[in-house]
């Protein structure tokens, strides 16, 4: 490639951080600025929960949920809540590749890549799905399996949206409850005895994950780790200054 032309394409597609969509030359996704903002970060690395991955004064391992371990790069605030609202809900699918490898790399850092053995993702619902276009979970989870070759699966789906050719008597009888989200009738040996990573756009202490996570759970999951592009603290006392 000539040289005009690589300065032609740096132009045309600059590569951009993730977190403050500042123009970097091609290779990293986070800018200097926003290195520091990384739960990877060496100097924050040692304070953070290994466990829940918030910081260990955020720490949320004290409050019951259904997944082991959870994992996120950066919290979400300021420049990352920008950010994490771009690719949830103003197309900004060109995020999901730089956000699934600050992911990954948090993964990696944790030694957790070898104990999963398949990819999926919290399921939007029908209507929701088709005014957005796309669910930004299931772009993640697509991400981060191109990237590290996992496998990547539909495992679940929203059950307001039932799908009409479904037995849903078959799939009542062998689970008790369910709640929000159920799993494709096919897919029950996809999860039985399998340790899944689950993806969102957010972790919080909130319903959503641990639903999604308690369903595989009870179809027989041996683990259930759950990772999204960022975490919400509980109490922030002053975001503005967190930015
Ligand atoms: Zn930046
Ligand atoms: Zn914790």
């Known amino acids: 490639m000539t040289a005009l032309r690589e300065r032609m394409i ?3 597609y600059p590569n951009r951080c993730v977190i403050c969509d500042r123009a970097l030359p091609p290779g990293p996704v ?3 600025d926003c290195t520091p903002k990384l739960l990877t970060y060496p100097k924050g690395r040692k304070a953070v929960c290994p466990i829940c991955g918030f910081k260990e004064k955020d720490c949320t391992c004290g409050k019951w949920r259904y997944y082991d371990r959870s994992v996120f790069p950066v919290y979400f605030e300021g420049d990352m809540r920008r950010s994490v609202h771009a690719f949830k809900f103003n197309g900004r699918l060109d995020k999901a590749k730089p956000l699934a490898a600050l992911i990954i790399d948090v993964l990696h ?7 999963i053995d398949c990819i999926t993702y919290v399921p939007m619902g029908k209507n929701r799905l088709r005014k957005r276009g796309y669910n930004q979970a299931q772009q993640l989870a697509h991400a981060i399996g191109k990237e590290t070759g996992l496998p990547v699966d539909d495992l679940l789906y929203k059950c307001q949206d039932t799908p009409s050719q479904h ?3 078959a799939i009542r009888r062998q689970g008790n409850l369910l709640g929000v989200y159920e799993p494709y009738p096919d897919k029950l040996d996809a999860i039985n005895g399998k ?5 969102d756009d957010i972790i919080t202490t909130g319903a959503t994950l641990n639903e999604a996570a308690k369903t595989l759970l009870i179809f027989g999951a041996k683990t259930v ?3 999204a592009a960022a975490g919400r603290r509980r109490q922030i006392q002053n975001p ?3 930015s």
């Open 109 to 115: 850092q944790r030694d957790m890549l070898p104990g």
């Open 30 to 32: 986070v800018c200097e």
């Open 225 to 227: 780790y759950v990772c």
């Open 195 to 199: 340790r899944i990573l689950l993806t």
């Open 240 to 242: 503005k200054a967190s």
């Open 167 to 169: 037995d849903q008597n």
């Open 10 to 12: 740096r132009i045309f």
